[in-house]
């Protein structure tokens, strides 16, 4: 779908950027319009940057339940073996417009997308769900006898995969690779603890040689630690977009915290919209010289008000410029890039490894 993906967790720690790949596709049947498909899963879902594109340019409609009636699911063969042809080895997000693990997807279109993995061994693919129990129950249907019998792609794939140069064909592809297949992640989407205690056991039970969680958008405190033995890597961050949520610091700091703990490796890809009061004054004072508004001269070393501070952030249009909390704490919202992806002035890139 979208080679070079912006998505921090593709890009390859030689920093070249990864791939995003959408073979997955819907057509709207009362417009024919093309687009993607999916339905809301969890809180999670609420603002979901696949359904807004998908609002905009595909089938125009939302992902909500109850949509599958107007669309129809297919497999794209074209977008299909195109990671066939991307020649230098990527971190590919397979499905970032849908949910490939979601019951619109079938067994056999899933064999396909497996297929490419299988003859493609440069390539890492990040499978991410939130239907953690069909990731579960198709990983142990050890598909390869099927994706070597069914013939189970275009026949443009199998030119492409009897390119001479390829290491993995169809002919030898059952002397080459074996299942689980070691450059497929198998990932859930966990967004609080609700959710991590209802997808981490299935994930547990998954068939796969690196298992990962995305914590991501993170709305609520997790304790990862019964499943940490299983994992190979969480990735944490707060959402982002125009009505992101806010995912206070101590969340994130508490699952790269466990992450070092257990020695596995943390990722943080975003802080998200928000940062915390404190966090932004701190900031401030680290600038080191006045700062003005309104005329009015801060000075550095004098706490600001949490109103001041918005207003210094660049938000006083924002509709919800800052949030107050029960504790005494406050959020302000600052905007992604001023948001960043420092933890407590570190950046957290260590990715899971097969
Ligand atoms: S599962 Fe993913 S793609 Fe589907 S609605 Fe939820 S966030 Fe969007």
């Known amino acids: 779908m979208a080679d070079r993906s912006k998505i921090e967790w593709t890009r390859s720690p030689d920093g070249s950027a990864g791939a995003t790949w959408n073979p997955i596709r819907a057509r709207n049947k009362a417009t024919g319009k093309i687009g993607w498909h999916c ?69 056999a279109m899933l064999d396909k997308i497996m ?29 390869l006898h ?25 002919y030898n592809l059952f002397s080459r690779v074996s299942w689980p297949l070691s450059n497929v992640w198998c990932g859930a989407s966990v967004e609080d603890q609700p ?19 995305s914590y991501e958008p993170a709305l ?18 707060g959402e982002s977009g125009r009505e ?44 080191g010289y006045q700062i003005s508004f309104n005329g009015v001269a801060f000075d550095p070393v004098t706490p600001l008000n949490f109103e001041d501070a918005a207003l210094l952030a660049g938000v006083a249009g924002a509709r919800r410029p800052f949030e107050h909390f029960s504790d005494g704490s406050t959020m302000i919202r600052v905007g992604k890039k001023a948001a960043g992806r420092l933890l407590d002035g570190v950046e957290h890139n260590a990715l899971p490894t097969a």
């Open 115 to 143: 297929t490419v993995a299988a003859l493609t061994p440069r390539h890492t693919y990040q499978f991410l769900t939130k239907r953690s129990e069909r990731m579960r129950d198709y990983m142990a249907l050890d598909p």
């Open 39 to 107: 339905a809301h899963a969890s809180p999670g879902c609420v603002n979901c940057y696949a359904e807004a594109i998908n609002k905009r340019l595909g089938t125009g409609l939302p992902f909500k339940p109850g949509h599958a009636k107007d669309i129809a699911v297919y497999l794209d063969e074209a977008t299909l073996i195109q990671p066939l042809r991307w020649k230098r080895p990527r971190l590919i997000f397979p499905g970032s417009m849908t949910d490939l693990f979601a019951d619109f997807v079938t067994d």
């Open 146 to 170: 099927r994706i070597h019998t069914a013939a189970a792609f275009a026949p443009e794939a199998w030119r492409w995969a009897h390119n001479p140069a390829a290491a993995v064909t169809p």
């Open 244 to 287: 992101a949520r806010m995912t206070p610091r101590a969340w994130l700091r508490s699952a790269r915290d466990q992450c070092a703990a257990a020695g596995i490796p943390y990722f943080h890809k975003q802080n998200g919209e928000w940062i915390d009061a404190d966090e932004w004054h701190d900031r401030l004072r680290n600038l």
């Open 220 to 237: 609520g405190p997790v304790n990862f630690s019964r499943w940490l033995p299983g994992l190979d890597g969480i990735v944490g961050g």
């Open 195 to 213: 959710r991590a205690d209802e997808r981490l056991p299935h994930l547990e039970r998954t068939i796969a040689m690196v298992r990962w969680v």
